[in-house]
């Protein structure tokens, strides 16, 4: 079975501009999470679904940033108006139904944002 | 609220050695889970370990194991025989209901680097 799916790997743009991260979650999994991981500040969580729907986004940084899930196999965090301290590596992770299981993360997005 | 420390930033050492990385947790939850995940240079983060706070029963797999001690709060890793394929970052995450989920709660991670 194929893991958590992210794309891109890497991103460069430039600060002011629209970045949108995808993900798509192992099969049958019914939560997923947006992780963002910086030097700074660690692994901090930013957002989570719970059969499609988000429960908490209290760790999304402000209003530029936004995320959705409109079916069970597909993710989407965007930021728009980009900024170089929206820099880091993002983290896109689902778990199965069993809600004390183990988190399966992807390999990461990095963003770099000039 | 949750909190995990770990208290190492970073350890070095050689190839063969012994080594512990410790994690202590804070939780005022009765039931909770603790893990322990792997970042190598390649930057996914791994699943290694899942203990649950009814189960103290060390844990032995290979050349890793855990020793999970309710009455000091601490869920700590040791590798034996270090190599240098462990080399990376290693994150330990408490779990505890929140709000009627439970969502994982993760240290700042210790950078371990094995020399050969």
């Known amino acids: 079975d194929a893991g958590v799916i992210q794309s891109p790997r890497h991103e460069v743009t430039e600060m002011g501009q629209e970045v949108t991260l995808r993900c798509k979650p192992i099969s049958g999994h019914d939560y997923l999470f947006w992780y963002r991981q910086t030097m700074m500040r660690g692994l901090e969580l930013l957002i989570y679904?719970?059969?499609?729907?988000?429960?908490?986004d209290s760790g999304m940084p402000e209003d530029r940033f936004s995320a959705k899930m409109p079916n069970a196999s597909f993710s989407t965090l965007k930021i728009q108006p980009s900024e170089p301290r929206d820099s880091a590596v993002y983290f896109c992770?689902?778990?199965?139904?069993?809600?004390?299981?183990?988190?399966?993360f992807g390999e990461g997005s990095r963003l770099t944002v000039l | 609220a949750q909190k995990v420390t770990q208290a190492q930033t970073e350890i070095s050492v050689v190839e063969k050695e012994d080594v512990t990385l410790d994690c202590v947790y804070e939780t005022r939850d009765t039931t909770y889970y603790l893990f322990w995940y792997k970042q190598p240079p390649s930057g996914e983060l791994v699943f290694l370990i899942r203990r649950n706070s009814f189960d103290e029963q060390n844990e032995i797999s290979g050349r890793y194991s855990w020793n999970f001690q309710k009455s000091t709060s601490s869920f700590n890793f040791t590798i034996t025989a270090s190599q240098v394929v462990d080399s990376a970052v290693y994150f330990c995450?408490?779990?505890?209901?929140?709000?009627?989920?439970?969502?994982?709660?993760f240290g700042r991670g210790t950078s371990l680097i094995v020399h050969p």
């Open positions: 992770a689902s778990r199965s139904n069993r809600n004390t299981g183990e988190l399966f």
């Open positions: 995450a408490l779990m505890a209901e929140s709000g009627g989920s439970y969502i994982p709660t």
């Open positions: 679904f719970n059969n499609n729907v988000p429960i908490d």
